[in-house]
């Protein structure tokens, strides 16, 4: 992939990532709803939850039609007799206001409709009204418009403000706003909880563009003056009366409903309205509208107007690009890093915003960014991995050596190994210790001399082992056995090659005076199966062995270093080495001077290895070559 060709597909992917982004932003700016909500709730219910419940304002309170009340009764829906009892109760006990959400919709009789209509009218009072709608309305409807409403019969509408008690729910089933203002067919009016504000405070909200005004205060609210609603906690957490204990204790009801506001509604069992909340899976309706008043009254709302949904689009839109920019800068794992920062952060701004009652959208970001950045992710993955490819080839373009057994094979059969074969094989990793201050110290030439000579000393031993160099790594070397063709001695050979080495390393480095220089040599052996290929440009190609069974021989000269050995082996080796063998190599194998389980890097679970330093190696060196 050429870097021009590379360089326009990035600048094509980070353009589709900026439309992407502000396509998201503008569509959260303008309020339309999406699938990116469900995933707005999840992390908003989290975030409720991470708050956990607060005191609820002591000026609203719930006379609750519960079950207590509905047993005393003996029936449901209550007749309007027992409602007049219980509001003038209500009024009786010193209320500021009533809100009645209770659907009083036609006529019973007229004794006791007129009876209810006098007692509604003996305090502020207001009465619900329902509202049915359509499934989708026209995106240019700026408030929700009922189709039709079940309004209160005329005699209770006609001493009491009538509003509509209706709650936007998500796909959830959660109310997560209430309508302040509906659209209906006597015009723009004010919702139940809107009315019931003004009735306890003696003076209707104000509306104003983005919120209303309170009391000498504004409450600023989300698109289309909905109310997003603060939840206080479980069903309980406003304060609520049975309407029973009200009728039985009037004396004890004055000190709970003076000066407040109350709202009448239901709370009985498999009766009235019940919605889903973070806190409670059935918290009834008139505890949702509450949570609106009680909102309204002590300036809790959520915040979330024109100001945080903009704050939310700059914050998608700027993580996007900061997240593109850093996977086309940074090296992938940094960028993984910085990129995931960035989105932790905004997670905690949320949450910290919350906190203080903003509601910030956690989502968005989320949503804008990961397509692009996973998107140039890829793209920077593939052209790294492109490169690094033409790297490798053109490394192996300028050796066309193969050791003296591959080369003839190749030569007799000229298309060995074009379909690549999996066998197992034993693997040696062998290096020198203090190679890199002797070459400092001897400079190019002395030291490509005493490499040479190191080189010529692995390919005796592994020769004589009947093994096989596949590669030199300047002070090192890798070591195959049963390589091109597998055999049942290549355990075998490859241990008595591993001490052979060691042995014959450690006789070099004293007798050329490098001992001053040359601390030690290491080795790593692993038996294992392995893929067997060539690689390489077509017109000039290199066998290589790949796969786990190398990987683990390589990390195993970095298990050496650290515990102070020269020769590690694994016990995969070992162990096929001694089925294998009947002779002083099995004794040696099979006893050790150390044997651990050791982590590799890389590697998930760890590694049974047998460990020996360059004097036991020696030592073991020695009665093998005697007894062999």
Not at 31 to 40: H, K, T
Not at 133 to 145: G, I, M, N, R, S
Not at 247 to 265: E, I, K, N, Y
Not at 402 to 422: G, K, S, T, W
């Amino acid at each position: 992939m050429k870097l021009k060709l590379y360089a326009c597909l990035v600048a094509l992917v980070m353009l589709a990532g900026v439309i992407w982004a502000g396509a998201l932003a503008q569509s959260h700016i303008a309020g339309r709803a999406s699938v990116l909500d469900r995933l707005e709730t999840v992390l908003l219910d989290l975030r409720i939850l991470i708050k956990g419940p607060r005191e609820a304002p002591r000026d609203v309170v719930i006379v609750a039609i519960d079950d207590k009340t509905v047993t005393a009764v003996g029936q449901y829906p209550v007749g309007r007799n027992f409602l007049t009892a219980l509001v003038e109760g209500i009024r009786d006990a010193g209320a500021k206001a009533l809100a009645v959400d209770i659907l009083l919709i036609g006529k019973s009789d007229e004794a006791a409709d007129t009876g209810l209509a006098k007692a509604l009218a003996s305090l502020p009072t207001v009465v619900a009204a329902g509202g049915q709608f359509p499934l989708e309305q026209a995106a240019e409807v700026l408030v929700p418009a009922p189709e039709a409403e079940l309004r209160p019969y005329e005699a209770f509408s006609e001493v009491a403000s009538v509003g509509l008690v209706n709650v936007a729910t998500d796909a959830g089933g959660t109310p997560r706003h209430i309508p302040l203002i509906f659209k209906t067919g006597q015009g723009l009016a004010p919702s139940f909880g809107m009315l019931a504000v003004g009735k306890f405070l003696g003076a209707p909200p104000s509306v104003m563009a983005d919120g209303i005004r309170i009391a000498g205060r504004v409450q600023p609210l989300d698109l289309h003056w909905q109310q997003p609603l603060n939840y206080y906690g479980k069903g309980g957490a406003i304060r609520t009366i049975s309407a029973q204990s009200l009728l039985d204790d009037p004396a004890a009801a004055r000190d709970a409903l003076g000066g407040h506001l109350v709202l009448l509604g239901v709370t009985a069992s498999a009766v009235g309205d019940r919605f889903s909340t973070p806190f409670d899976p059935i918290l009834p309706g008139v505890e949702v509208l509450s949570t609106g008043v009680a909102n309204l009254l002590d300036g809790s709302v959520l915040l979330r107007d024109s100001r945080v949904r903009l704050c939310d689009a700059i914050a998608a839109v700027s993580i996007t690009l900061l997240g593109m920019a850093v996977v086309v800068f940074l090296p992938l794992a940094s960028a993984t890093i910085v990129y995931l920062l960035l989105l932790l952060g905004w997670l905690t701004a949320a949450v910290i915003g919350f906190n203080q009652d903003i509601w910030l959208n956690a989502a968005l970001p989320i949503a804008a960014s990961v397509p692009p950045v996973i998107a140039l992710a890829v793209l920077r993955e593939g052209f790294d991995w492109f490169r690094v490819r033409r790297l490798v080839a053109a490394r192996e373009a300028l050796s066309r050596f193969q050791a003296p057994d591959l080369a003839r094979r190749i030569a007799d059969d000229p298309d060995f190994l074009q379909v690549p074969r999996e066998q197992p094989v034993a693997i040696l990793f062998i290096d020198l210790a203090g190679y890199t201050t002797l070459s400092e110290k001897l400079g190019p030439a002395r030291t490509r001399d005493v490499l040479k000579a190191f080189h010529t000393l692995v390919v005796n031993e592994a020769a004589r082992n009947r093994g096989l160099v596949l590669d030199f790594m300047g002070d090192g070397a890798m070591i195959g056995f049963g390589i091109p063709d597998a055999a049942l001695r290549d355990a075998e050979d490859a241990c008595r090659c591993a001490f052979d080495l060691v042995g014959a390393v450690h006789d070099w480095i004293k007798t050329s005076g490098l001992n001053a220089d040359i601390r030690e040599v290491r080795l790593g052996g692993h038996y294992g199966p392995v893929v067997l290929s060539r690689l390489g440009h077509e017109n000039q190609q290199q066998i290589a062995a790949t796969g786990d069974c190398v990987n683990v021989a390589s990390r195993l000269m970095e298990v050496g270093k650290a515990r102070g050995a020269s020769i590690v082996l694994s016990t995969a080796l070992t162990t096929a080495a001694r089925s294998a063998t009947g002779n002083s190599l099995r004794e040696a194998l099979a006893r050790p001077p150390r044997l651990e389980a050791v982590a590799i890097r890389g590697r998930v679970q760890e590694l049974e290895v047998a460990l020996w330093t360059a004097d036991e190696a020696v030592r073991e060196r020695s009665g093998i070559s005697a007894t062999t």
